[in-house]
């Protein structure tokens, strides 16, 4: 397979993976909300995935490696297709925690290999292929999947074309037909070198499974000898929390205020294309702000004023209010995340380049599972607006956590005084 061909395939099965997640994005935790349950029962279920993930994430890699990108991308596709369809069906508090389970098992395995796979392919026939080039487009195609999905998924809970089912099982429904979409595609259309499953290969993921362990304490001991770092990864734990106000009690708040749960997954649709745009164009005003004030001086102002309109849209009293607050939300979401790598970046080296990153994604989906969990009783127990309230005002905290980074940063800006 030539480059060319491979960057066609990587952009195709881009945008297949993540149209569907765009078609439910805004639908989710709505639906679970029509079902019955409750908030505090929807904090845990969704919690259930970031500690699957936070289990799976590094061992899952090695057999990637080991055992070919293909077979593990067909597979995953096959654990999304089951947990989608436990999800939609799942009645009980139980069949739901399953379901997300299924879905932490399907984003472990799926994170990586189809990057690998064309980085490698790319390079097989062209060595010097920017492949940077193909990666910054696949980025693209995820964000036109996203917000495309997401358009497509207001209108069809607002057309309801099948009216044995609720309008937010239409959108459900379609997107497990998209995930089949990208099964299939991902069997016709991904090609590898065929592996023989040997002992050695076997060999190989088992013992990148018994690494993981000391991967992470190695990267835990890194976090102990540098302050700056810690600091860094620390910043994870409350913007994490922060998190789950605009991205699972949105939508419930959304609900309240426009009289139900289909009436706001027909908004969520525009409303979440519309914030994955300003994503987008917050990122890139990331690169300017960080040129003219500095990056952590980005950092710490996108975070503080992110937090601080989380707030506002637990005081929101009115939809228009909420979502306008929750687009400004989002454009500091877009400018903060460039700024925040970059200074992971610059505590790193060649050398424990990855483990830095992973410990940090580590790090902020424990804490966000972890932050379900506290916020979601809490939300029950006094209001949605309340729980977003608390994790706005608790992810400001973490902007302090910056200032080892801010005086680093200034005292290499610093010169050298001249020798007398």
Not at 128 to 155: H, P, Q
Not at 205 to 215: G, I, K, Q, T, Y
Not at 373 to 395: M, Y
């Amino acid at each position: 397979m030539t480059a060319g061909a491979a960057r066609r395939v990587l952009l195709t099965l881009t945008f297949t993976r993540w149209f569907p997640v765009g078609l439910v994005i805004g639908v989710t935790t709505l639906l679970a909300l029509e079902r019955g349950m409750s908030l505090a029962q929807i904090g845990v279920i969704f919690s259930m995935q970031g500690f699957v993930v936070l289990a799976l994430e590094l061992p899952t890699g090695g057999f990637a490696d080991a055992l070919g990108r293909r077979p593990l991308l067909i597979a995953s596709g096959v654990v999304a297709l089951v947990s989608s369809l436990v999800f939609v069906l799942a009645q009980t508090f139980a069949a739901f925690c399953v379901a997300l389970l299924l879905q932490g098992v399907f984003r472990a395995l799926d994170s990586g290999p189809l990057e690998a796979w064309y980085v490698d392919t790319a390079q097989a026939d062209d060595p010097g292929v920017r492949v940077e080039d193909g990666l910054s487009r696949a980025g693209t195609a995820l964000g036109v999947g996203i917000a495309s999905g997401a358009v497509v998924s207001g209108g069809v809970i607002a057309w309801h074309p099948v009216q044995s089912l609720t309008a937010l099982e239409n959108a459900y429904w379609l997107s497990i037909a998209f995930v089949v979409l990208n099964l299939v595609a991902t069997a016709a259309l991904l090609r590898e070198p065929v592996t023989h499953v040997d002992r050695r290969g076997l060999q190989r993921a088992l013992d990148s499974a018994r690494e993981a362990p000391r991967v992470v304490l190695g990267g835990f001991r890194l976090l102990g000898s540098n302050r700056v770092l810690l600091a860094l990864v620390s910043v994870e734990v409350f913007w994490s929390v922060g998190m789950i106000a605009f991205e699972t009690f949105m939508p419930v708040r959304l609900s309240e205020l426009v009289g139900g749960e289909a009436e706001a997954g027909a908004l969520m649709g525009p409303v979440s294309a519309a914030a994955w745009g300003l994503f987008a164009a917050g990122s890139a005003a990331a690169g300017i702000a960080a040129r003219r004030v500095g990056v952590t001086w980005t950092a710490i102002a996108s975070r503080v004023l992110q937090g601080a309109l989380v707030v506002v849209m637990a005081l929101m009293t009115g939809p228009l209010g909420l979502v306008t607050a929750f687009f400004v939300v989002y454009t500091l979401h877009g400018t903060a995340g460039p700024v925040h790598s970059t200074l992971l970046h610059r505590q790193a080296d060649a050398g424990n380049r990855t483990t830095v990153l992973s410990i940090n994604s580590m790090v902020g989906g424990g804490c966000y599972s972890l932050g379900l969990l506290v916020l979601g009783p809490l939300a029950e127990a006094t209001s949605t607006a309340t729980g977003i309230l608390v994790a706005g005002a608790f992810s400001i905290l973490g902007a302090f956590l910056y200032l080892p980074a801010l005086r680093q940063e200034r005292a290499h800006a610093e010169p050298v005084p001249e020798a007398a």
